[in-house]
C-alpha cells in the first residue's frame, strides 16, 4: 500500500529514507518525489532531511498523527467489513504475556494459520502490565495475560498452572534453607515477585542466602538446568525433558497454595470480530487440554 498516508506514516516510523523506501518497495528517488509531491499540496516542510535521517517539523507533527489516524481507520474498517462475509479474514492483533509467547502460543497459532490461511497475525509480547497497556491504546484485539488482573472488560480463564521449585540437587522444600547454592531470579510483573515473596515468607523464617536475578525467564530456567542454582518456575515451561528434581511449591498438610493463571482480556467489540472469535475458539481448546 503506497498511498500518501501510508507513505508520511512509515517515513515518520523509520526515520529513514533508504529503510522507508524498501518496506515501501519503492526506489529512493521515486519515495523523494512522492514526499516532494506530499509537501508540495500540505503547502509546508514535513521532513528535515539530514545525514541522521528525517527529522519531522511541527507541521510534520500534525500530518502525521493525521496519517496515522487514516491508516488505523481504514484497517478499522476493513474488519468491519470482514465480519460481515462467512470467511476468516483481516488482522488478529494479540498482545501476549512473554511466558506464554515463548511457550504454549506458538502451537496455538499453528492451528489459527492453518485453519485461517486467509487471516494475518500481529504479536506483541512482554509483561503482563505492558498487555494491558496494549489494548488500552488499541495496539491489540485481544490480550493473554498472567497472574491477578484487574481488567474490567471480557475475560475468560484459561488455565492455571503450578509453580515448582527446580535444581539439579534440591528434592524437597526442607532443603532449601540449608542450601548454599543460588536462588536464580528472572524479572517480571510486580505481583509474580509478590507472590513468591508472600510464598516464601509464609513458609521460611529468612530470605535466601544467595540471588542471583536474570532478564528472561529462558535464562532462568537454563542455568537452573545446567545446576547453577534453583529457580521457581511454572509448570508451563516445563515439557518433562529436563534433567532436574521439580518440586511442587507445597507442604506437609497444605492444598496446592502457589499457582499462575492464565487470562484471554479484551473488549466486547473485539470479541465481534470474525477473527477474534476464530482464535478464541482455538484458544480454548489448547487451554482445555492443561486443565
Known sequence: MSNEEMIIKILAEEGNMRKAAERLFLSQPALSQRLQSIEKEWGQQLFIRSQKGLTPTPAGELVIGYANEMVQRKEDIFEVLHTLTSEVHGTLKIACASIIGQNWLPRVLKDFVTLYPQAKIQLITGW???????????????????????????????????????????????????????????????????EIQQWWQKHFASNPKRQITVDQIETCKQ???????????????LDGTEDVHTVAMVSNAEE???????WLIGYESAFELRQVTAFVEIVQKHAALLR
Open 128 to 194: 503482563s502490565s505492558e498487555i494491558t497497556r496494549a489494548l488500552y491504546e488499541g495496539e491489540a484485539h485481544i490480550g493473554i495475560v498472567r497472574g491477578h488482573t484487574d481488567w474490567k472488560g471480557k475475560k475468560i480463564h484459561l488455565f492455571r498452572d503450578t509453580l515448582y521449585l527446580v535444581d539439579k540437587e534440591i528434592e524437597s522444600l526442607d532443603e532449601v534453607m540449608k542450601t548454599e547454592r543460588p536462588f536464580i531470579q528472572f524479572k517480571s510483573d510486580s505481583n509474580y515477585y509478590e
Open 223 to 237: 542455568m537452573a538446568v545446567n545446576g547453577i542454582g534453583y529457580a521457581i518456575l511454572p509448570s508451563i515451561t
Open 256 to 262: 496446592l497454595e502457589l499457582t499462575r493463571d492464565t
